[in-house]
């Protein structure tokens, strides 16, 4: 039997959850369009919200006050702007104010290509609002340890998933090089790419660091991370979303103050994700990752293509 992919690792969690723990899942379609990309399983436990958009946190955060820890699927991250106004003035300061917990599973799910309404990236909004955890696991190890984190808090979890890696099979571990000429740092399905792109690099006799981040809020670095950090000569933090006000910004701010250096960024553009191809304005490739730490090591700090 092969290694089972991070749908597989997510489906057996929620099983377990529902079947074994009074969980409950809710969310929109899940049982009408491929049960989340196979990531649900057809067992009990399952609330199907009606599709009003807006309502289905108030629900997801009155199962959790009563004890049920709900796993709140949104199927699109665009959509936890019509729900955030529950998670974030509710779900999350409930146990700050009254000292009653509200701890919810919030299943985001990013995606590209499909629209302006429905290609966002936005685990961003939920690290600046206090009470959440935010983490972005695209491994099965990583989905297992977000799992555990949840259920061993009362905090709201935010974990900010993405499609493109529902098929992952493999675990991504750090490529960490001393007095590199630099460590690329990557958030989300652009650790796939920036990964690749410091395998080629080297294959181009450039010496490159890679760094995984998947725990966003709390943030913090392993010392052994941070030295390797600090020797390398330059450092971009890659993400999924919009680089204004966006998670690479944030943490390169995090990264930059522990090591007195300047950290460099790279997201999505500032420009309306599209559906036709040429206007998807999808998150960094490695190709576009190459570039962009050409450009950094000529000298060339230019953020975006105008």
């Not at 935010?134 to 190890?141: E, H, L, M, N, W």
């Not at 499609?163 to 650790?191: G, K």
């Not at 050409?294 to 700090?301: A, C, E, M, S, T």
Request: charged residues 20%; hydrophobic residues 40%.
């Amino acid at each position: 039997m092969g290694q089972k992919n991070l749908a597989t690792t997510i489906k057996e969690i929620t099983r377990n959850h529902l079947e074994n723990c009074n969980g409950l899942l809710l969310g929109q379609s899940i049982s009408a369009v491929g049960w989340v990309n196979n990531t649900v399983p057809d067992c009990k436990g399952i609330v199907e919200l009606p599709m009003t958009d807006v309502a289905g946190a108030g629900i997801a955060v009155g199962t959790a006050i009563v004890g049920r820890r709900p796993i709140f699927v949104i199927r699109f991250q665009d959509f936890l702007i019509l729900n955030g106004s529950q998670l974030i003035f509710y779900a999350a300061k409930v146990k700050e104010l009254h000292n009653q917990p509200a701890p919810i599973f919030i299943r985001a799910i990013g995606t590209e290509g499909i629209g302006p309404c429905h290609s966002g990236n936005l685990h961003n909004i939920f690290m600046h609002f206090p009470g959440f955890n935010v983490f972005a696991p695209i491994t099965s190890k990583e989905y297992e340890q977000t799992w555990d984190a949840f259920m061993n808090d009362n905090k709201p979890m935010m974990c900010s998933e993405h499609r493109d890696t529902f098929t992952n099979c493999e675990e991504i571990e750090d490529i960490l090089v001393e007095d590199a000429e630099i460590t690329v740092c990557a958030i989300s399905v652009t650790r796939l790419e920036a990964q690749q792109a410091v395998k080629t690099l080297h294959g181009e006799n450039v010496k490159c660091s890679f760094v995984n981040i998947f725990k966003l809020k709390p943030f913090s670095l392993k010392e052994e991370i941070v030295d390797i950090i600090k020797s390398s000569k330059h450092i971009l933090v890659v993400d999924t979303g919009h680089e204004i006000s966006g998670a690479a910004q944030a943490i390169a701010y995090e990264i930059g103050k522990k090591i007195n250096k300047f950290v460099h960024i790279l997201g999505v553009e500032d420009k309306t994700k599209c559906i036709c191809e040429p206007y998807q304005n999808r998150y960094p490739d490695s190709e576009k990752i190459i570039t962009k730490i050409n450009n950094i090591i000529k000298g060339d700090y230019t953020c975006q293509k105008e």
